[in-house]
């Protein structure tokens, strides 16, 4: 059974005698669990049997010492278990062989990847019951970022998993960066296996991309958008089209094979600008990119100038403790943003903020339009892509917000 499948408390098999320890929950903390989540949180930790040591396995037990599960373990985290089975089944090669074809298969039933479709995301973590895990597949390459102590210590399975399920020409190791320091492992950006190179070339909709894992924005490229760049595209016919935040020009692109008027995209990164231009010259695709942050660009940009207006700021909140600045700069935005748009416009808001709420931004939003003096229909509430499944009862997971609404 994997962990996607929910059990019963009277169903489970008995704890793995190959665990390290025995973590009991306190009364009424298991409830979540039984439910699908896969975080045990440390006030939720009644006591420890054994001396597990960061990253080994650990059974997970209820109040009354029924089997829940196994988890990692790290007790330097405030997450000192995350689930990666809900049965005793060793934690082997054989384990993360089974894990990557499973991932393979829910890719492949969704119809990643296709004939127009290369870039996808192949292991989303905890929906993938691999916690700490992100592969991102690039055309014939695959990029790995590992976040969890426990997924690191195994991290040659997961190489030898990927190996034999995808055959990548190359896998890029992506640098863990602050997860790394909390977790207690230190991680390079570098080649793991394979042809030593910079980029990949691929597609995504039959859109040309030329991808650097280690050198880019998480793993290279923003997959979890694919939806709203979809929706851009559906959207952009005759309009005047403006992308803040653009990065590689994801949005743009799509605007511009949708039959977009005029494209300007902005960033304020002379790499990403370069990136755009080339994207831009490899689809025949006519886009101004302009080296702007993009408060100054909208502060003085023409009122009313664009038809449909796209901005996706990188994350505002890192901690709960920024929520409060994270949600006056993200209604500063809004508002820039919503005085270039024409009666009419589309206006695409996004946040990628685990700790804004979908609710969250709505009101953000809603602060914006009535500072700016503009009437909002939402449209769509957009998120990730079917390839970044999430576990039941799992509201943590939900970072991505997109917004569409229709401007009067």
Wanted: hydrophobic share 40%; proline share 5%; glycine share 8%.
């Amino acid at each position: 059974m994997s962990m996607s499948t929910l059990a019963s408390p009277s169903s489970n098999p008995l704890p793995n005698p190959l665990a390290t320890a025995k973590i009991t929950l306190k009364k009424g903390k298991a409830r979540p669990l039984w439910f699908g989540h896969p975080w045990v949180y440390a006030n939720a930790v009644e006591k420890v049997d054994g001396t597990p040591e960061p990253g080994d396995i650990v059974s997970l037990l209820d109040t009354d010492g029924r089997f829940i599960g196994q988890g990692l373990w790290n007790v330097r985290s405030q997450i000192p278990v995350r689930l990666i089975s809900r049965t005793d089944e060793a934690i082997d090669a054989a384990f993360f062989n089974r894990r990557i074809q499973q991932a393979v298969a829910r890719r492949k039933a969704i119809g990643l990847p296709n004939a127009n479709t290369n870039v996808y995301r192949l292991v989303n973590s905890e929906g993938d019951d691999l916690p700490g895990l992100v592969v991102d597949v690039y055309g014939d390459s695959v990029a790995v970022q590992i976040t969890t102590i426990g997924i690191w210590m195994r991290r040659s399975a997961v190489f030898d998993a990927l190996e034999a399920a995808l055959g990548p020409k190359t896998i890029f190791q992506v640098g863990a960066g602050s997860y790394g320091d909390l977790e207690g492992f230190a991680s390079n950006a570098e080649i793991a296996r394979g042809v030593s190179r910079i980029s990949v070339s691929c597609q995504e909709d039959g859109i040309k991309l030329e991808v650097e894992p280690l050198a880019g924005q998480k793993t290279g490229m923003f997959i979890d958008q694919r939806p709203t760049r979809q929706r851009v595209g559906q959207l952009a016919k005759g309009r005047r089209v403006l992308d803040c935040y653009a990065y590689a020009g994801g949005f743009a692109l799509q605007a511009a094979r949708g039959g977009a008027t005029e494209i300007t995209a902005v960033d304020s990164s002379p790499r990403a600008v370069a990136r755009i231009e080339a994207h831009a010259a490899a689809n025949g695709a006519n886009i101004r990119a302009i080296e702007a942050d993009a408060f100054r660009f909208l502060q003085t940009a023409t009122p009313g100038a664009y038809d449909l207006v796209v901005v996706d700021p990188p994350k505002f909140a890192k901690a709960r403790k920024d929520l409060e600045a994270a949600r006056k700069g993200y209604e500063r935005l809004n508002t820039l943003a919503l005085r270039t748009c024409a009666p009419g416009a589309i206006f695409i808001s996004c946040s990628c903020s685990q700790n804004v709420s979908a609710d969250d931004l709505e009101r953000v939003v809603a602060a914006a339009a009535k500072a700016a003096g503009r009437n909002l229909c939402v449209l769509d509430r957009l998120g990730p892509g079917a390839d970044h499944p999430l576990p039941l009862a799992f509201s943590e997971g939900q970072y991505l917000k997109v917004l569409v609404s229709y401007v009067d």
